[in-house]
């Protein structure tokens, strides 16, 4: 289980623009992690443009946000640009970075079970530790305990 206090695990992803971000390279601010299924459907929208609109209290409290999902960078790039995203979203279309988050498992629409992405988010102090971990979370909810949380 991952637990407040620990380590966040460290990755390396490729962004919606091409370039790479490690969480290592984000020490000494604060990371809003959230993992979301698809871009562009309507939950994930809701939590991700919640979180655009929330921005300025972010950059208050010396965080940034990324989003990670399974897509791939052209498809988060062109999401991104639609919605005027002020963060980077990352593909992760092996899941390998949602397992280790935990943020991969078993779902189920309409009677029949799959593997996807629960949407996931994490808040990772300066120091790179959890100081919050919420899994399997609402859009709405994971707008509002973010920001509660800064």
């Known amino acids: 289980m ?3 206090g620990q380590p966040a695990p460290e990755f390396t992803l490729t962004a919606d623009d091409g370039s790479t971000i490690s969480l290592s390279d984000l020490r000494g601010q604060r990371v809003l992690l959230f993992f979301y299924p698809k871009a ?8 991700a443009c919640g979180l655009r ?3 300025d209290a972010f950059k208050a409290a010396n965080a940034t946000v990324l ?10 790039a062109k999401w991104r ?3 005027e995203f002020p963060f980077a979203l990352l593909s992760d279309p092996d899941h390998v970075v949602a397992e280790t988050y935990q943020a991969w498992g078993e779902k189920s629409m309409f009677g029949k079970k799959y593997m996807g992405i629960i949407r996931s988010h994490f808040m990772i102090d300066a120091d790179g530790n959890f100081e919050d971990v919420q899994l399997n979370i609402k859009p709405k909810d994971s707008i509002s305990k973010a920001v509660a949380g800064l």
């Open 2 to 4: 991952l637990e407040v």
């Open 67 to 76: 989003g990670i999902s399974p897509d791939m960078p052209p498809a988060l």
């Open 53 to 55: 609109d929330n921005w």
């Open 40 to 47: 562009a459907t309507p939950g994930c929208t809701t939590q």
């Open 81 to 83: 640009a639609k919605k």
